[in-house]
């Protein structure tokens, strides 16, 4: 199937309301292209260097989000690429991002990653944790906390997926209940190629589609 078909495809069966990234790690810049051209308004990229080669072709035709595992050397060059950086786990990288993103005259949008199944070879602040972490990006002038964002397993059978994704939504409820100055609790950034549905189901309304829609890598 097209990228093209693949992703007209996706689109018409999501419900209302859940927003399509395209996650176009190690994708050309013709690739992203296509996609945005089908209908997708958000690029998720794992890699700095990689999104800025593409952002050149691309530009802003469409919305960037970082989905990959952030240093805090890359950050200055995220935070003017990026329309979005999903994956903060740390006080010390929201630091970072609230530096760079004041230098820069912006205030950047942001979710928390929770490592929601405690998986050590993850990234991903842990569930007991991500409170502290909340409160503390939230205190920061130049970052906007606008929700939560889990991984999940990476195959295997998509039930197998619930589980990390009830633990994320109840976080997010629960933070979203504090009601803390400058955070807007939007956004519940879960589920891939494999378990996008059950991610839905369990309240995802960002998704992260990479081999749906353009084909194994």
Known sequence: MSIRKAVRKVLEELPPGVVLAAAAKSRTPAE??????????????????????AFEAV????????????QTNKVKRAVEIFDMIETVDSVSLAREIDKRAGAAGKRMPVLLEVNSGEEPQKAGVLPAEAEALFRAAAALPNIHVQGLMTMGPFEGDPEDSRPYFRVTKALFHRFGGLALPGVEM???SMGMSNSY?????????????????FGPR
């Open 32 to 53: 992203i292209l296509e996609a945005v051209e089908a209908g997708v308004e958000i690029i998720g990229q794992n890699y700095v260097q990689e999104a800025a080669a």
């Open 59 to 70: 530009g802003r035709r469409a919305k960037w989000h970082f989905i990959g595992h952030l």
């Open 186 to 188: 939007k956004w519940l």
């Open 197 to 213: 549905r059950v991610a839905v189901e369990e309240g995802a309304n960002l998704i992260r589609l990479g081999t749906l829609l």
